[in-house]
């Protein structure tokens, strides 16, 4: 279960599950043309290989990308937003694509958000901690009606005290089923044995560092390759520059 994320999705895809599910590698050269258009003020250096299972909440200086065939997304800082409504224009559609999702949760604060805009235009936004809506834009859709009633509670911990005024749902879960209504997956909840999780999602890493002080990709490449029998969750620079590296 996923403590942090803060996505953005764009997808052109019908079935994004199925794109997901069916392609295991991400286009890195992709990933790192539309890494440098989002960040044209910064050096862009490629880092690694991951997943979402490690990479979904990243800190502001990095950025990881996953492209696939109509389904793109990028993890980034920038999508944790308390208004998701807020989000820079250069990220609302970057793509051209039918459909953006911002999908954001911090379990440590209680807090959760979610927003979808359709060829650019915003239909609707949430945002709240446990207690406090900090943003509610656009019609609620009818999948949120379950939550609002109440049919998926905060799971306290013995000795917790529920705040009177506290919402009938945890903001993390909300904003995961509004991940599950539209990409198909969870965050925070296992899914039948053919849906992918997290850790099947490839993402491209890279670190953003201020204009000419990126340093040079060969100081960072380790002096002995690892052993290739192990599968970490991220993989280093070196197998990605040799073409070497295919996670799945």
């Known amino acids: 279960m996923l ?12 079935d994004p599950l199925a794109v997901l599910r069916d392609h295991r590698d991400p286009d890195p050269e992709a990933a790192l043309a539309l890494a440098k258009q989002l960040h044209t003020e910064r050096d862009v250096l490629p880092i690694m290989v991951g997943t979402l299972a490690g990479c979904a909440g990243p800190a502001v200086d990095e950025v990881y990308i996953g492209c696939y065939p109509g389904v793109t997304v990028v ?16 990220l609302v559609r970057p793509l051209a694509s039918e459909h953006t999702y911002l999908i954001a949760f911090d379990s440590a604060y209680a807090w959760g958000a979610y927003a979808h805009w359709e060829r650019g235009e915003f239909r609707r936004s949430f945002s709240s901690t446990r207690v406090n809506i900090l943003e509610d ?10 939550y609002w009633a109440g049919e998926h509670p905060v799971r306290w911990r013995a000795g917790e005290l ?57 100081t960072l490449l380790p002096a002995e390759e690892p052993d290739l029998t ?4 991220r993989r280093s620079i070196l197998h990605w520059i040799r073409g070497r590296d295919r996670v799945s």
């Open 230 to 233: 192990v599968r970490p969750q």
């Open 3 to 14: 403590s942090k994320a803060s996505t953005l999705w764009y997808v052109d895809a019908p």
């Open 137 to 146: 834009e656009g019609l609620p859709l009818v999948w949120e009606r379950s």
């Open 162 to 218: 529920p705040d009177p005024q506290m919402l009938p749902f945890d903001p993390p879960d909300f904003a995961d089923a509004a991940n599950h209504e539209w990409l198909g997956f969870h965050y925070r909840a296992p899914g039948p044995p053919e849906t992918p999780t997290p850790r099947d999602i490839a993402v491209c890493g890279f670190t953003l560092y201020p204009k000419g002080q990126a340093p040079d990709p060969a």
């Open 75 to 90: 993890c980034s800082a920038q999508a944790a937003l308390i208004r998701p409504t807020a989000l820079p224009e250069l």
